[in-house]
């Protein structure tokens, strides 16, 4: 392996002090079993204080979700799905075979709504997608329920209430910390005059296990590898010292992680190089949020903005030349680092087209080109690596499960489109999990499974109340 490494990050045509500097981009980046082995540690620990108790770095939040869909329910059952970027409002019928088919509208978040009038928003969106297929309830018709997706950071006070911890994944809308989502969705929703009633609160990682688990009976965790990144799993509920609610018949909760969160309090475990404590120190949540900071979509592409510019400031990479666009915060989308990890031309002009077209640099040399795909190889196997931490550590949590079939519903656009992230992802996991249990592990892409689960829960929660 370490010729392999070798090569990729050997710089053809690299001066001597061009080729040191990606020789200690390496060493920051890329990461040995050893080196991962003792964050999982740390993130078993972790998740062991916060199933004991509240307000710890891994929030562990109980979802109020106890049981398991069974794949043969049918109906069509409604869902909003409050992602980072986008917002979704769906009509999803189950079949009773476990599949279903979704009918949904997307509407990309505006700067507005995303710092000042998120929840009317989301009402006026619901209205729209109603009003286009003559949905909306009208005279005695009983008001539509539906559930919400909500991938916040929320304490979870029952199936359809729970107050905001934190504002994540670059949204800041005032007066809403601390209050019941649900709550203000409702109201926003009466505002318009709609009958809408939110019968359900999910965190979309919640909603991808249900998701998940509607078409496999096995599903029990689902992970968000996108925007931003989160997991949730079954848990038994004897395993959650801090549960004082009644323990429920099926003896296990879905459980929201918040992982996103992890060594966000001292910065004492994860792998920090100077170019992430400058994204963190610039970010509009300092100090929070670590470990999605290191593993998402939303901040690889400025991570590899940070190399770039800590390189193009010593003179190293583009003859010390930038740009508008280069100087400017997010910047660099991680589409950019896409493109350029699969650049196998001769003279990489996929990353030609990244520096020069999208970039505004004008004449990138060869060596240029190559210490930028050197860049993109080390942000994104990172991610992928550091990725599996969770994932193993999660699993391994309940090690009662490990001798059976295990399906894990992943969705984002991280796991689907990045090059070889599921691929890393699942061969770094097999590093640290018995062969004899991992081929037991199914990684599957759970597609729309946020704004799926969240129709599921709905579900859930209407036969419940029956």
């Not at 710890?56 to 979700?65: A, H």
């Not at 100077?274 to 290191?294: C, T």
């Not at 030609?352 to 080109?369: F, G, L, P, Y």
Request: contains cysteine; negative net charge; hydrophobic residues 40%.
């Amino acid at each position: 392996m370490a010729s392999s490494i070798d090569q990729r990050f050997t710089i053809v045509g690299a001066t001597p002090e061009q080729q040191a500097a990606i020789d200690t981009l390496a060493k920051q980046f890329l990461l040995s079993d050893e080196r991962l082995g003792e964050i999982i540690k740390e993130f078993r620990r972790r998740m062991e204080e916060g199933l004991a108790t509240d307000g710890k770095v891994l929030k562990m939040i109980p979802s109020y979700v106890t049981r398991r869909p069974l794949g043969t329910e049918t109906g069509s059952y409604f869902a909003i799905d409050l992602g980072g970027t986008n917002l979704r409002v769906l009509k999803v019928t189950l079949d009773g075979h476990g599949g279903v088919t979704t009918e949904h509208q997307k509407f990309p978040l505006t700067e507005e709504a995303k710092n000042r009038t998120l929840f009317d928003f989301v009402a006026q969106c619901v209205d729209t997608f109603l009003d286009e297929r003559d949905l909306r309830p009208s005279g005695q018709q009983p008001a539509i329920s539906m559930g919400l997706t909500f991938s916040y950071p929320v304490q979870q006070t029952s199936i359809n209430s729970g107050t905001l911890v934190q504002w994540t994944k670059g949204l800041n809308v005032p007066g809403c910390v601390g209050r019941d989502v649900v709550r203000l969705l409702q109201d926003a929703l009466l505002r318009l005059g709609l009958r809408v009633k939110i019968v359900a609160l999910v965190n979309d990682t919640v909603g991808t296990l249900l998701s998940a688990a509607y078409s496999d009976p096995a599903a029990q965790m689902g992970i968000i590898f996108g925007t931003g990144t989160n997991a949730a799993y079954y848990e038994n509920v004897t395993n959650i010292a801090k549960w004082k609610g009644p323990n429920p018949s099926s003896g296990e909760m879905v459980l929201n992680m918040e992982w996103g969160a992890f060594d966000s309090d001292d910065f004492a475990f994860l792998p920090f190089t100077p170019h992430d404590i400058k994204l963190d120190r610039k970010s509009i949540n300092p100090r929070k949020q670590a470990y999605e900071k290191m593993i998402s979509g939303m901040y690889l592409g400025e991570i590899a903005r940070n190399v770039i510019l800590w390189l193009v400031d010593q003179r190293m990479l583009l003859d010390g030349r930038s740009s508008e666009v280069l100087n400017a915060m997010w910047s660099i989308d991680t589409s950019y680092l896409s493109a350029a990890v699969t650049d196998t031309s001769p003279d990489l002009s996929e990353t030609r087209q990244v520096i020069e077209k999208t970039m505004d640099i004008c004449n990138s040399t060869h060596v240029d080109r190559q210490i930028f795909k050197a860049i993109a190889i080390l942000v994104g196997e990172r991610s992928a690596r550091l990725s599996a931490v969770g994932v193993v550590a999660t699993l391994t949590k309940r090690a009662d499960l490990m001798n059976k079939p295990i399906t894990v519903g992943i969705d984002g656009s991280m796991y689907e489109n990045y090059p070889s992230f599921d691929t890393i992802l699942s061969e770094t996991a097999s590093h640290f999990i018995p062969q004899s249990q991992f081929r037991n592990i199914k990684f599957t892409l759970a597609k729309d499974g946020s704004g799926v689960g969240a129709a599921i829960t709905a579900m859930l929660a209407a036969t419940d109340d029956e």
